[in-house]
């Protein structure tokens, strides 16, 4: 049972910075693709970025691409979203996504990113 937990939500200003991470409780992420989304009330849940199983590739929606980057530590413990230049519109609940071999998706309860200022 994949079990994810995010951390670092809070609050910051226009064009500040903040990171994000996502844990899986009791076992490693090695081997499921993981991928960051983000809602707002009302809209559909937005891809935000992802990164491969093995952690060669990783991939960015169109409104972050060149602001938020997206890594692993050693043995893929963790996976972090790094946020710079942050605006108003990424103000979202992020939640964390791990995709395992067999098609199976696994879900955080998310974490509240608020730029304002």
């Known amino acids: 049972q994949v079990q994810l937990v995010e951390s670092g939500g809070g609050l910051v200003q226009p064009g500040g910075s903040l990171g994000v991470s996502c844990a899986s409780s009791?076992?490693?992420?090695?081997?499921?693709?993981v991928a960051w989304f983000r809602q707002v009330p009302g809209k559909e849940r937005e891809f935000v970025a992802a990164?491969?199983?093995?952690?060669?590739?990783?991939y960015y929606g169109d409104s972050v691409k060149e602001r938020f980057t997206i890594s692993t530590d050693n043995g893929k413990n963790a996976v972090h979203l790094q946020m710079n230049s942050l605006k108003p519109e990424d103000t979202a609940v992020y939640f964390c996504?791990?995709?395992?071999?067999?098609?199976?998706?696994?879900w955080g309860k998310g974490t509240l990113v608020t730029v304002s200022s």
């Open positions: 996504n791990a995709r395992a071999y067999d098609g199976v998706n696994y």
């Open positions: 990164v491969s199983r093995n952690g060669g590739f990783t």
């Open positions: 009791g076992r490693t992420l090695s081997g499921y693709a």
